[in-house]
């Protein structure tokens, strides 16, 4: 009789286990708090990647166009510097020419 008094307690116990295990407990407040600030900060996290992918997608298109705005300007300078150096060199020219005809003058002047 103890035998089937033991088994008795045992297999209630072991259906209030089961019970206790299959029964869904509520979620307390604080549970849903937690949560609930899990998935605000999932959810900035990926609003974070996603600005910071859009932000270096900005950047990108930023260097490239500074990039071809530095090679026009370096294109302009160039060819004012050529224009330059064409201006100078024709004013090295004229100033050779004088500098012969001076010296041709002085020249004829000093003849015996």
Do not use: H, Y
Not at 18 to 38: Q, V
Not at 48 to 58: C, F, I, P, S, V
Not at 95 to 109: F, N, P, S
């Amino acid at each position: 009789m103890l035998r089937n008094i033991v088994i008795a307690v045992g297999l209630a116990a072991a259906g209030l286990s089961l019970s206790a295990c299959a029964k869904e407990e509520k979620k307390g407040p604080a549970e849903r708090a937690g949560r609930a600030i899990d998935e605000t900060a999932r959810k900035t996290g990926e609003a974070l990647k996603r600005a910071g992918e859009k932000t270096g997608e900005a950047l990108e298109k930023a260097g490239e166009k500074t990039g071809e705005a530095l090679e026009k300007a370096g294109e302009k300078v160039s060819a004012g510097a050529q224009k330059v150096g064409a201006a100078v060199g024709k004013g090295v020219e004229r100033t050779g020419e004088a500098l012969e005809k001076a010296g041709k003058k002085v020249q004829e002047t000093v003849k015996p």
